[in-house]
């Protein structure tokens, strides 16, 4: 992989970033760290996202159907485990939160919920796997891009 392509978008959350190749989305994420891709030896500002940057700031601002709205194509990336946990992430519904726990026993696996919480940490797909939907028991739980930012998501859907 030489060549990473990636769109800025411009948010009330801040600023993000959509990285990939021309036919497909690799990463959507705040504060994103080149590093993470010693391979990637260009990196190109580009156009191919559009679509996706609109549909992500329109969900940003309060439209509930401008994500599932598009037709996202999500690499397999990451380990099965991993896989599983962001599928059943993905049919959480805006405005709902689901535990660890209870994930972790949608996917077969009941005492898997800190394995669950570190596929969540590990996810590429910032609003295309909305893991800010997954929660602690009692707790807001965690959020690799500050518990702040979670909050706000959490209470934005809620309104919608």
């Known amino acids: 992989m030489n060549t990473i392509f990636y769109t800025n978008i411009t948010t009330a959350f801040g600023p993000m970033k959509i990285y990939g190749q021309k036919s497909m ?7 994103f760290i080149e590093t993470q891709y010693p391979t990637v030896k260009y990196w190109k500002p580009c156009d191919f996202f559009h679509k996706e940057a609109k549909a992500i700031k ?4 309060g439209d509930k159907n401008a994500i599932d709205a598009l037709c996202w194509q999500i690499p397999e ?13 993905q049919g959480i519904p805006t405005g709902k939160t689901l535990s660890y726990g209870s994930l972790a026993q949608k996917i077969g696996n009941p005492r898997s919920a800190r394995a669950v919480g570190n596929a969540c940490n590990a996810n590429p797909f910032l609003f295309l796997v909305p893991c800010h939907r997954v929660v602690g028991h009692n707790t807001i739980g965690g959020f690799g891009w500050g518990l702040e930012r979670k909050e706000s998501l959490l209470a934005l859907e809620h309104k919608m």
């Open 25 to 31: 989305i690799h990463r959507v994420c705040f504060d």
């Open 77 to 89: 990336t990451g380990t099965d485990f991993q896989q599983k946990v962001w599928k059943q992430i």
């Open 58 to 61: 329109g969900f940003l601002s």
